[in-house]
């Protein structure tokens, strides 16, 4: 079992940047496929950024050539950098670790561990 915590979230002005780690205990984040995952106010949980064991990334399409997701399996760390930041950008952010992953999953039933989330909130 993996014990999963996010952190680096805050308020930032549209066109800002933030960088949001999730720091994993109890096993090597190195066993498992991650993901970034977001939900604004009154919506789902969608999506965002996905890594896979040997590091290869994949990306929302609201996402790709803006934000920037990789892992340190030596820190047991992985990260999610975020460019040009706009409001829709506004959500609570989860960090997701999945266990039976060999592929890219974009849902929430692939993953079997999840942080408390992170809220980043973008002015306009």
């Known amino acids: 079992q993996v014990q999963l915590v996010e952190s680096g979230g805050g308020l930032v002005q549209a066109g800002g940047s933030l960088s949001l780690s999730c720091a994993a205990s109890?096993?090597?984040?190195?066993?498992?496929?991650m993901a970034w995952f977001r939900q604004a106010p009154g919506k789902d949980r969608d999506f965002v950024a996905f890594v896979s064991r040997s590091g290869v990334p994949y990306y929302a399409d609201f996402v790709k050539g803006r934000f920037t997701i990789s892992r340190d399996n030596v820190k047991n760390t992985v990260f999610l950098q975020m460019n040009s930041l706009r409001p829709e950008d506004t959500a609570v952010y989860y960090c997701a670790a999945g266990s039976r992953l060999f592929g890219v999953s974009t849902t929430e039933p692939g993953y079997d561990y999840w942080g408390q989330g992170t809220q980043v909130t973008v002015s306009s």
């Open positions: 109890g096993r090597t984040v190195s066993s498992y496929a």
